[in-house]
C-alpha cells in the first residue's frame, strides 16, 4: 500500500496571504488528522477528520480550517499567515472507527515558511 | 486542557549506554503510543499500550505504562547509533485525539 502523501513538501509565502494543504491518506483509512510541529512547540493537534466531518479540534485560532472529502483526502488551509505560523505540518492517517484507538500513520510532512 | 509532559528534552549517551525517556499526563489515559521521529523524517509509530501497569518489549526497547495509567517510560538498553531521533509519547483519553509530549532528542556518541 501507498503510505500517506502531502503537497506540497514545500511552501514559502508572506504574511497575510492564505495557503492550502493536501494529504491523501492510506487506502482504506478514514481518518485523517493534522499536526503543527515547532521546534518550541513540538506536536501540536489541529484537527482529525473522519468521514467528512470534523470530529476534534485542537486549540488553534479560526484560521485554521480543514475539510475531508469523500475520498478521505483531507485539505489544510490557514487564512492571513503570521510569521508564527512558519513550521512542519504532519497529516497523520488512521481506520478511525468510533471508539478504535489505532496507529498513525504519518505523511512526510510540509514545511511553510512565512517571510 | 490535557497535558502530556516528556522528560528529558535532551539526551546525550556513548553508544552502548542505557536511555530512558518518561511521559507524564496531568489526566488518566486510555492509551498511550510512541512514536520514532529521526532526524529530517516524520514520526513513525513503535507502540501502543492499554492496559495499567502493561510492559512490552521490543529487542532492546522496553516500553512501560503506569499503574494509574498517567505516566510511561520507554528504555533502551545498550543504544545504537541507529537510535539516533527524537522520541514522542502520545497519549489518548478518547481513542482519536492523541496529545503529543514534547519530545526526547536522544543522540548517541560512537
Known amino acids: 500500500k501507498a503510505g500517506v502523501t502531502q503537497t506540497p513538501r514545500y511552501l514559502i509565502k508572506t504574511r497575510g496571504q492564505q495557503v492550502t494543504l493536501s494529504c491523501s491518506p492510506i487506502s482504506g483509512h478514514r481518518s485523517v488528522s493534522w499536526y503543527q510541529q515547532t521546534p518550541g512547540q513540538g506536536l501540536q493537534f489541529l484537527f482529525e477528520y473522519f468521514s467528512e466531518t470534523q470530529r476534534n479540534k485542537g486549540n488553534f485560532p479560526g484560521r485554521f480550517s480543514g475539510r475531508q472529502f469523500s475520498n478521505s483526502r483531507s485539505e489544510m488551509n490557514v487564512s492571513t499567515l503570521e510569521l508564527g505560523d512558519s513550521a512542519l505540518y504532519l497529516c497523520?492517517?488512521?481506520?478511525?472507527?468510533?471508539?478504535?484507538?489505532?496507529?498513525?500513520?504519518f505523511g512526510p510532512g510540509t514545511r511553510l515558511t512565512v517571510l | 486542557g490535557q497535558q502530556v509532559m516528556q522528560i528529558p528534552q535532551y539526551q546525550h549517551v556513548q553508544e552502548g549506554e542505557d536511555f530512558t525517556t518518561y511521559c507524564n499526563s496531568s489526566?488518566?489515559?486510555?492509551?498511550i503510543q510512541w512514536y520514532k521521529q529521526r532526524p529530517g523524517g516524520h514520526p513513525v509509530f513503535l507502540i501502543q499500550?492499554?492496559?495499567?501497569?502493561e510492559v512490552k518489549k521490543q529487542k532492546r526497547l522496553t516500553f512501560q505504562f503506569g499503574e494509574a495509567k498517567k505516566n510511561s517510560s520507554l528504555h533502551i538498553t545498550a543504544t545504537q547509533t541507529t537510535d539516533v531521533g527524537t522520541y514522542f509519547c502520545a497519549g489518548s483519553n478518547t481513542g482519536n485525539q492523541f496529545y503529543f509530549g514534547t519530545g526526547t532528542s536522544l543522540t548517541v556518541i560512537p
Open positions: 489526566t488518566t489515559l486510555s492509551n
Open positions: 499500550l492499554v492496559k495499567s501497569g
Open positions: 497523520a492517517s488512521s481506520l478511525g472507527g468510533q471508539g478504535y484507538t489505532d496507529t498513525q500513520y
